[in-house]
């Protein structure tokens, strides 16, 4: 029996691929009430390169699994400014599945993301920002480990500096020594704070 | 002893919150996620759960809804998180949890909730 329920993916039927076939036809089929026409639409929209608002509009409100992951596919696949934009709008949803897809999403696109990677460890929201740092795990960028450093050396929040140490953990080199010393100083009273600097630390010479 | 399981996809959080508890005595096993959490809830009695929000797969609140679900002996679960949305709270005691803490959560503190939801210490 299984735990948890799942959707089953029903073969694409070729007549929800129905007509037409341009773009603004496309993002129309986006609201289709049919999940494999919505399907179909999400995926061809690829060759759409202004779709990556529709596309982030109909992610907010897809109830439909596999819908959202060819939506996902799609703005990954266009990876412009528009698309990361409401990727980043997702991460501030209160849908943990959204935040999580949102997140994936942007470790695949590691250039789209880069330019706005400041902004998004520098945002108000606290939550939002460690949502950066969990970008920044699996995110193929020279700058990885820097923005880390710049996040513990900066970050006032301590969950932020805590996701942040976490990470450096695992990617840091002694380049993040003396930052993680500062930490450990600057969260003193913070008994995570210091367990998990020394264990970064212990790490560094791994790294 | 008393079994607990620390679901977190966080390692460092994992084991600091290990480190705390087998300190004091209690057994403990860890998970990933919520579905591996599931998995191990399924397979063997824990006295008490320890579950982060975030996470991959199956994040806390699907975990503890599922869990609740199951017919099986309900243990207590203390829902921890990183997040401090007044939403957040509501919505795990809404899928089941017995406590909401915020990350960080001090070594003393920890303990003397775990033991007051084992019945080990009165409020």
């Not at chain 2, 599922?66 to 099986?72: K, S």
Request: proline share 5%; aromatic share 4%.
């Amino acid at each position: 029996m299984a735990l948890i329920k799942t959707q089953c993916v029903e073969p694409i039927a070729e007549e929800a691929r129905e007509a037409p076939r341009d773009c603004a036809g496309l993002i129309s089929r986006l609201a289709a009430s049919d999940p494999t026409a919505r399907r179909w639409a999400a995926r061809d929209l690829v060759d759409c390169p202004e779709a990556a608002a529709a596309l982030v509009e109909r992610l907010k409100q897809e109830v439909d699994v596999s819908v959202r992951e060819v939506i996902l596919t799609t703005l990954t696949s266009l990876g412009d400014p528009i698309a990361i934009a409401g990727l980043v709008d997702c991460l501030r949803s209160e849908d943990t599945a959204l935040r999580n897809e949102a997140i994936e999403a942007m470790q695949q696109l590691p250039d789209a993301v880069a330019p706005v990677m400041h902004g998004l460890l520098a945002d108000p929201d606290p939550d939002l920002r460690i949502f950066a740092v969990n970008i920044l795990e699996s995110l193929c960028h020279p700058q990885v480990e820097t923005w880390l450093i710049e996040v513990i050396d900066q970050d006032p929040h301590v969950n932020v500096c805590g996701a942040a140490v976490d990470l450096l953990g695992e990617v840091g080199t002694r380049n993040a020594r003396a930052s993680l010393q500062r930490l450990k100083a600057r969260f003193a009273n913070e008994p995570y704070i210091r367990f998990a600097a020394d264990l970064a630390l212990g790490r560094l010479h791994e790294n | 002893m008393k079994r607990i399981l620390i679901v977190d996809d966080a390692a460092t959080v994992r084991l600091y919150h290990r480190e705390i508890l087998e300190t004091a005595d209690f057994m403990v096993d860890e998970a990933m996620n919520g579905i591996e959490a599931l998995e191990k809830a399924l397979q063997t009695g824990f006295d008490l759960f320890l579950v982060d929000i975030n996470m991959p797969k199956l994040d806390g609140y699907g975990f503890l809804r599922e869990l609740r679900g199951q017919d099986l002996p309900q243990a207590p679960a203390i829902m921890i998180s990183t997040e401090a949305q007044t939403n957040d709270e509501r919505r795990a005691y809404a899928a089941g949890a017995n406590l909401y803490l915020i990350k960080p959560v001090k070594p003393e503190r920890l303990l003397a909730q775990v033991r007051m939801l084992l019945g080990e210490l009165h409020p």
